[in-house]
């Protein structure tokens, strides 16, 4: 699922300007000339290289989830226990928040912007969050907690709602308030 395997050096130029516009100013509201430009290539290289404004969002989108997939990972791999990586996965929030997504969740920013039904990024964005979900459950289940599923629900709308405060800036310590809520739910 890397991108970066496939991308020539003006398509990754191009993925990285539109990256950058689309999380900073909002996807509808970037053209691909202002992508053109930022990224030193012509609208006919980005067509040429990626189809159309959709498949390049759709891009933008996979890498900012690959990238989030990472920094999750590396800090479950991490924890020392079980119940260790249910809480590991609010350390990765706060990491995340704190380097790349000062603008809440490209994700759900994403869905909010491009709200036709059948807009690909809509299935992605539900695909991350039901990744997510899994992955809270499996950490559960290794944890030994019953009701692995209904307590990961319960940590998906924990991590989501922190999220959205956090960017808010109504609960200053969210994530921190949300991660001893999962320490509670993994004990």
Known sequence: MSTDLKLTHAARRILDAASELFYRRGITSVGVDLIAAEAGVTKKTIYDRFGSKDNLVMAYLRERDE????????????AADARGAVVAV??????????NADRGCAMINARAELSAPDHPS????????????????DLLAAAGIADAHG???????????????TDVGQ?????????????????
């Not at 990238?67 to 991490?78: D, N, P, S």
């Not at 609010?90 to 704190?98: N, P, R």
């Not at 809509?122 to 459950?137: C, D, M, N, P, S």
């Not at 609960?171 to 004990?187: K, L, P, Q, S």
């Open 67 to 78: 990238r989030w997939r990472v920094v999750v990972e590396r800090h479950v791999a991490a």
């Open 90 to 99: 609010f350390d990765s929030l706060e990491e995340w928040h704190g380097a």
């Open 122 to 137: 809509r299935a992605l964005a539900a695909e991350q969050k039901q990744w997510l979900l899994g992955r809270f459950t």
């Open 151 to 165: 307590n990961a629900v319960e940590l998906l709308l924990l991590h989501e709602g922190a999220f959205v405060m």
């Open 171 to 187: 609960v200053g310590d969210a994530i921190d308030r949300a991660r001893e809520a999962a320490r509670r739910i993994a004990a």
